[in-house]
C-alpha cells in the first residue's frame, strides 16, 4: 500500500511576518478597547481635555475608581484556590500509574508557579476578557533533561486568525505569539540560535499600546515605558494544522488495531515477510488514516529558526473566554462597566463643584459700605468687621449662597456604584454589608435573579 509522504507547504520568515502585520492591522482597534480597559482598572479614566476642563473651573481632576474594588472582589473569589485534577485509574493495576500522573501534574503546576500564573489569567479574563495559558517543554529545565511548564501569555501578544467562530480557537487556521526582547535576553532564553539573533532585524514596536488617559497617581503600564536604546528584536511563533498521514492495522480474527507512522510503515512492516504473508492471507487489514498535529515555525527578526511538526493535535495556547460573541475578540467584564464608571465620575464632580461653591461664599457690597480691610476678614469664624453706619440698614452687604444640592444626585451616585458591582456580579450582600443583604433566602433569590 502507498503512503503519502507527508508534503508540508513551504513556510518562510516573510510569510509568518506578513500573516502578523494583517493580524495586527484588523485587531488595532480591538487591541486598543483592550488598553481602554486596563488603563480604566488601574485608574486611568480621564481624557486630557476632561482633566483640563476640571482644572479650569477649579476642581481636582480625580475619578472615583469603583471598578477596580470590584475586580479584586471577583478576582479573589475565582483565584483562591489553584484547579484541581484526579487521573482515575481506568483498570486492574492502573492505580500506581495514576498516581504517578497526578504526582507529575502536582509537579508541573508547582514548577511553573502555576498559582501565580493561574490568578494572571483569571485578571486578564476579567479585566481584558480573554486569557491565555501556554502549555510548553521547557528544554533547559531539570539541568537539561526537560520538563513541561505552565504559562501565562499577555493577550496583547496573541494573533488569532480572525476567521475562528469557536471559543477555544480550535477552528482556527493559524495562530501567532509575537513580542518584543531584547537580543541579550533572547540570547540566554535561546542560546542555539546566538548567531541567529545577532543577525535579525531589530524592532522597537510594542504589542501593547496607551490611550493617552489621565490619572493623577501616575500608574505605568508597559506602553507607557520608554526606549531605552538596547537593541530589541521581534520573535514569532507560528502554529498552524497539518494532515499526517499513519496506517491503522487491524487484526480481522482479534479485532485488535495498531497504528504506525509512514515511517515504521515503510522500515518494518514492508520489510516484514511474516507480515506479507498474514496480509495476503487476509488476517491483516491495512488502512491509511490522516491525523491532524500542530505545526510549529519560529522566526527571529527575519530569520527563520526552526521549522517542526509537534506530536500533539491541539494548540498549545489555551484561551479563556469571557464574553465570546462568535469572534476571538471577547469583551470582558470591565467593558460595561465604563459606562456607569463615567457617570460616576461626573456626578462626583458635580458634587466637588457644588460643595466648592457653599464653602465659598459670594459677598456684594456697594462702594463705601465697608473698608476693603475688612473684607478680607468676612471668612473669620467669630471676627469683628467693623462696616460704615446704615450700610446694613440699606442693605448695602448682601452674601449670595448657592442652594442645597438635591438629594436625588447622591441616589444617582449610589445607584452608578451599584450597577458598577452588578456588572461584576459583586453584591453588596457578598461584601459583608448587613445593612444592604436580603433578609430572607427567598429575597436573595428574587435578587439574583433580576440581575
Not at 465697608?370 to 473669620?380: C, F, L, N, Q, T
Request: charged share 25%; glycine share 6%.
Amino acid at each position: 500500500m502507498k503512503v503519502d509522504k507527508l508534503d508540508l507547504p513551504k513556510i518562510e520568515a516573510e510569510d509568518v511576518r506578513n500573516s502578523y502585520i494583517m493580524c495586527e492591522s484588523m485587531s488595532s482597534t480591538y487591541r486598543y478597547q483592550m488598553a481602554e480597559d486596563e488603563e480604566f482598572y488601574l485608574g486611568h479614566q480621564l481624557t486630557i481635555p476632561q482633566k483640563e476642563y476640571l482644572m479650569s473651573v477649579g476642581q481636582p481632576p480625580e475619578a472615583n475608581n469603583k471598578i477596580r474594588p470590584a475586580v479584586e472582589t471577583v478576582l479573589a473569589n475565582i483565584s483562591a484556590s489553584s484547579p484541581e485534577w484526579d487521573c482515575d485509574p481506568m483498570g486492574k493495576g492502573d492505580e500506581e500509574f495514576s498516581y504517578i500522573c497526578n504526582a507529575m501534574l502536582d509537579r508541573i503546576w508547582e514548577d511553573s508557579d502555576g498559582s501565580v500564573q493561574y490568578r494572571q489569567i483569571c485578571k486578564d479574563y476579567i479585566v481584558k476578557g480573554l486569557g491565555y495559558l501556554f502549555v510548553y517543554p521547557d528544554w533547559n529545565a531539570d539541568e537539561g533533561l526537560g520538563g513541561m511548564r505552565l504559562k501565562r501569555l499577555p493577550p496583547e501578544s496573541v494573533f488569532v486568525d480572525a476567521n475562528s467562530m469557536l471559543p477555544d480557537f480550535s477552528d482556527a487556521s493559524y495562530i501567532i505569539y509575537s513580542d518584543i526582547h531584547t537580543k541579550e535576553s533572547l540570547k540566554v532564553t535561546f542560546p542555539r540560535f546566538k548567531e541567529l539573533i545577532d543577525e535579525a532585524s531589530s524592532d522597537h514596536t510594542l504589542n501593547e499600546i496607551s490611550t493617552g488617559k489621565y490619572d493623577r497617581d501616575d500608574t505605568w503600564t508597559r506602553a507607557d515605558v520608554g526606549d531605552n536604546y538596547m537593541e530589541k528584536v521581534r520573535k514569532y511563533v507560528y502554529w498552524t494544522k497539518v494532515n499526517v498521514p499513519f496506517v491503522r492495522l487491524t487484526d480481522l480474527n482479534t479485532g485488535h488495531t495498531q497504528i504506525y507512522n509512514r515511517d515504521q510503515y515503510l522500515n518494518e512492516l514492508q520489510k516484514d515477510k511474516e507480515y506479507q504473508k498474514l496480509l495476503k492471507n487476509e488476517v491483516v487489514d491495512e488502512e491509511i488514516i490522516y491525523r491532524t498535529q500542530i505545526r510549529e515555525v519560529f522566526v527571529i527578526g527575519d530569520k527563520l529558526a526552526y521549522d517542526e511538526v509537534l506530536p500533539i493535535t491541539r494548540f498549545p495556547v489555551i484561551p479563556a473566554c469571557n464574553e465570546h460573541t462568535g469572534t476571538p475578540f471577547p469583551a470582558g467584564d470591565v467593558r460595561h462597566a465604563k459606562s456607569p464608571q463615567r457617570m460616576l465620575n461626573r456626578t462626583e464632580a458635580l458634587l466637588i463643584s457644588h460643595t466648592s461653591a457653599t464653602t465659598n461664599f459670594k459677598l456684594l457690597y456697594e462702594d463705601g459700605a465697608m473698608d476693603a480691610g475688612e473684607v478680607a476678614k468676612w471668612h473669620i469664624p467669630n471676627a469683628l468687621i467693623r462696616v460704615n453706619p446704615g450700610a446694613l440698614r440699606e442693605q448695602k452687604i448682601k452674601e449670595f449662597a448657592p442652594p442645597a444640592i438635591s438629594g436625588q444626585l447622591f441616589q444617582e451616585k449610589s445607584r452608578y456604584e451599584m450597577d458598577i458591582e452588578q456588572v461584576f456580579g459583586a453584591y453588596k450582600y457578598m461584601q459583608g454589608s448587613s445593612a444592604d443583604a436580603p433578609g430572607t433566602v427567598g429575597e436573595a433569590q428574587i435578587i439574583d435573579e433580576a440581575v
